[in-house]
């Protein structure tokens, strides 16, 4: 079986791996599903069977028209993930979206996704493992960082379970999991992302940095102090309501 390096293909060939992780998606009918890299179909043929409208994109050419070929009913759209634009597909349902994603794409991928959550109803991605937990820590743990944050503030996500390397061909270096991320129903009163970014990219890039040291120019050590902040507390140690906080009061705020 040919593989494409460069697009990130593991083809998943366990049949009751991928009915466990299609059971977990539990597609109905009267679902709208986006399928992210379909590849060969392994999950695609499955949640077609559920009868559920599904809408597929797949940048390799020759995989989208092996699909068309394969299932004449589904829509595969040819392109680039990063750069369709999700507002040609939506309807009047959220969007679950899906997909055993190609690892070299997931965390630009997830970013995307989050910027237009308001039109997501939950979404169940096959990821490095080591993304996952990175998805799903919570604060004072090592994993956690710019991309646990961000999360946090979008959804609630849950790791679901792990997937050996033998589940795929070829098979990846690492493991992999399932998470599920589902959209926060209570949405933040603190709306600039573009704040709360700057101020993540600026303290994970110090991580080992005292906190005073690494939002150095975004806060003072008064304002953390008046935050109930201790200013020697690591970027790690703080959680996603002190970083808004911490955005709230900073100057790139004003
Ligand atoms: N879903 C299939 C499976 O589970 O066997 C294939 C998964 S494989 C890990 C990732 C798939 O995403 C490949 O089919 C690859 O061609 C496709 N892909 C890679 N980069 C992409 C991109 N930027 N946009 C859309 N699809 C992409």
């Known amino acids: 079986m040919r593989a494409r390096k460069r697009f990130g ?9 991928i009915r466990k992780i299609v059971n977990a998606i539990n597609p109905k009918p009267e679902d709208h599903v986006i399928e992210i890299g379909p590849g060969r179909g392994a999950l695609t043929a499955l949640l077609l069977k559920s009868g559920c409208q599904l809408d597929v994109i797949e940048i390799d050419r020759d995989l989208a028209s092996e699909l068309r070929e394969k299932h004449p009913q589904l829509n595969v759209i040819e392109s680039d993930v990063l750069k369709f634009d999700f507002s040609q597909i939506e309807g009047s349902r959220p969007l679950r979206i899906v997909g055993n994603l ?15 959550i308001d039109s997501i109803r939950d979404m169940y991605f096959m990821l490095q493992l080591e993304v996952v937990n990175r998805l799903t820590a919570e604060h004072s743990h090592s ?16 790791k679901l379970f792990t997937v050996p ?15 599920r991320l589902t959209p926060q129903n209570k949405k ?3 709306t600039d992302t573009e704040v709360l970014r700057k101020i993540l990219i600026q303290a994970f890039s110090m991580r080992r940095k005292t906190i005073r040291n690494a939002l150095k ?38």
């Open 143 to 158: 994993d956690y960082g710019r991309l646990s944050v961000m999360s946090q503030y979008y959804c609630q996500s849950e």
């Open 102 to 116: 190609p690892y070299n794409i997931s965390t630009p991928l997830l970013f995307k996704l989050f910027n237009q």
């Open 165 to 179: 390397p033998e589940a795929f061909i070829p098979r990846p270096k690492v493991m992999s999991a399932i998470v």
């Open 217 to 254: 120019g975004y806060v003072t050590a008064e304002d953390i102090i008046a935050l109930g902040l201790d200013p020697r507390a690591r970027p790690e140690n703080l959680s996603l309501s002190n970083y808004i906080a911490i955005a709230k009061t900073s100057t790139l705020n004003l």
């Open 188 to 190: 933040n009163d603190f």
């Open 9 to 17: 293909q593991n083809f998943l060939h366990d049949q009751n791996l």
